[in-house]
């Protein structure tokens, strides 16, 4: 009986696995993940050829050309990008030594010159430099004008002046970012010391250090990710839906398939109902946990890439194996049911629409579940059968997992749900695999789980 059994959970899962459908739908996402993930952090750490040109200023407060001289030094530039970056690791991911750099900290540095202009020069005659013609350069990258207030307020007024940037095409937006941020600087910095404050003072009582907040729960004490772990259950979840559906559909639509073109009598005559079922129900787990693998495996090759793999506790990986075991086995048996029961896939859209619902709901209160994992809806969902599965996989990826014994509890139930989902499954097998005919509906079904 195994035998057989092991033979036609083969011959399913070979004639799955090696259809162009399944190659080119299933592995060609993970293939093209991979090659983002490889290849976008190599994109982003690249630099572009560094900009070159003049910046001429009209300094009309008459104090800052030395300071925004000082400024744009490329030394000066690469050092701020470098806080900069620091900051970011430090508020998204502070135990890490490096994180992906989606903020253009990494852009290369612009050599600038900065070439003060006299207070009153003539504004047009300038702007003249900003324009180029054909393939030549223009003479200068941008023209900042600051206006005579831009330090002190005049009486009665209660803001600074500010300044302004004319820019030819040749200046990127990146370079622009670098003036702008060096006036804001340099500006700040004037100020208060024409008010007769400290700079460094401020900047020292402004400067406040950003720590994770650390979660003390009965494993322990763990710094939080909010971030991380905001987007990981509906990660969890998805993977969960995905795998379930896909093998689940897979499974009832080549059922419908065998048995509308008679093969289900062929193979009756070597087998026993149960032992095709057993046969078929085997080959498309074996699938859900190639496609898992898949996923899995370049989910934690996205995590290395971007140095966060440290945030993912590995007990997650064996969690969503057992869970996705439990839930394939109550939606992939019922799915198998459908299959057996009627002739055409048309016929499956009524009686597959409630099943499918059952896997929607959890999925799409993953969220909210992620946020409010002990929450009381949160908490019995992920107990009650069928949609356990999904619910306490996402409490598991949350910031706050469930204690253990409630776990252990989640997959007993869950044992307990897919025992009878497969067992009625059988009953509707035996009877509608070899029905012709109008198509059953729930009540019929029914009907056949308790005649059989």
Not at 363 to 388: C, F, K, T
Request: with cysteine; aromatic share 6%; net charge positive.
């Amino acid at each position: 009986m195994i035998r057989r059994i092991l033979l036609i959970a083969t011959r399913d899962f070979l004639a799955t696995v090696l259809r162009k459908g399944f190659l080119f739908g299933i592995l060609l996402m993970p293939v093209l993940g991979v090659l983002m993930g490889i290849l976008v952090p190599k994109i982003l750490a690249g630099r572009s050829p560094p900009v070159q040109g003049e910046v001429r200023l009209i300094d009309q407060s008459g104090a800052l050309a030395a300071d925004l001289g000082d400024a744009l030094k490329p030394a000066t530039i690469e050092a701020h990008r470098a806080a900069r970056r620091q900051q970011v690791i430090a508020d998204t991911a502070p135990q890490l030594e490096r994180a992906p750099d989606t903020t253009g900290l990494s852009a290369s540095v612009p050599n600038l010159t900065l070439r003060a202009l006299a207070a009153d020069a003539d504004l047009e005659t300038q702007k003249a430099s900003l324009r180029k013609d054909q393939d030549k350069r223009p003479d200068a990258l941008a023209i900042i004008v600051i206006a005579p207030d831009a330090l002190r307020r005049t009486e009665g007024s209660g803001n600074y002046g500010g300044y302004q940037i004319y820019a030819s095409t040749a200046l990127n937006d990146d370079t622009e970012t670098v003036l702008r941020d060096a006036l804001a600087a340099t500006l700040v910095t004037a100020r208060l010391q024409s008010a007769g404050i400290d700079p460094d003072a401020i900047e020292a009582a402004q400067r406040v250090a950003r720590k994770p907040a650390v979660i003390v729960g009965e494993k322990g004490e763990q710094n939080a990710q909010r971030s991380f772990n905001r987007i990981l259950p509906f990660v969890m979840g998805a993977l969960l839906f995905i795998s379930v559906m896909l093998c689940g559909q897979t499974l009832m639509t080549s059922l419908i398939e065998e048995k509308s073109s008679r093969v289900v009598e062929v193979l009756l005559s070597a087998v026993s109902p149960l032992e095709l079922m057993w046969g078929k129900l085997l080959a498309q787990l074996a699938v859900g946990l190639l496609v898992m693998l898949v996923y899995i495996g370049l989910g934690v090759l996205m995590l290395l890439q971007f140095a966060l793999f440290g945030l993912l506790d590995p007990m997650l990986i064996l969690y969503v194996v057992v869970f996705f075991l439990l839930a394939y086995l109550v939606f992939g048996a019922l799915m198998m049911a459908i299959g057996a029961a009627v002739n055409q896939v048309a016929d499956a859209q009524s009686l597959m629409g409630p099943v499918v619902m059952l896997m929607l709901v959890p999925y799409a209160l993953s969220p909210m579940v992620g946020r409010n994992p002990d929450a009381p809806l949160s908490v019995v969902m992920s107990l009650l059968p069928p949609v356990n599965s999904f619910v306490m996989m996402v409490r598991l990826a949350s910031d706050s997992p469930p204690p253990l014994w409630q776990v252990l509890l989640s997959i007993g139930v869950g044992v307990l749900g897919a025992a009878v989902a497969v067992w009625f499954a059988a009953k509707i097998f035996r009877i509608g695999l070899l029905m012709h005919g109008k198509p059953p509906n729930f009540a019929t079904l029914l009907r056949w789980a308790r005649q059989a």
